[in-house]
């Protein structure tokens, strides 16, 4: 079984475990025994891409909806996040959420 038989859902929730381990770490310390382990984790945190807001993901979707200027690419790869167009998004599925919660079920 080579790296691409993994499912991307299993490959995430190793780098959620990678993630999981170093932070508890970084928290609690550790003994001796475990510093190559936990020097060999750091190193795969190092390089595993930063999650990304799923809110931010739909902010960029909507932005590039509407805007024709830039192709949807440069979107979705985050080149215009701190711009207008996506942080309006941002805001608003945020205050959609947190009104969403204030609701009575």
């Not at 970084?26 to 382990?37: N, P, T």
């Not at 936990?38 to 931010?56: F, S």
Request: proline share 6%.
């Amino acid at each position: 079984m080579g790296a691409k038989d993994i499912s991307p859902e299993v490959v995430e929730r190793m780098a959620a475990l990678v993630r999981d381990l170093h932070a508890d770490h970084v928290k609690h310390g550790a003994h001796d025994y475990v510093q190559d382990f936990v020097a060999r984790t750091a190193a795969i945190v190092a390089e595993l891409p930063k999650p990304v807001d799923p809110d931010l993901i739909e902010a960029r979707r909507m932005a590039a909806d509407l805007n024709q200027g830039s192709t949807r690419t440069e979107w979705m790869a985050g080149r215009w996040d701190a711009g207008p167009a996506v942080q309006w998004h941002l805001a608003g599925i945020k205050r959609g959420r947190e009104l969403a919660q204030d609701q009575p079920s």
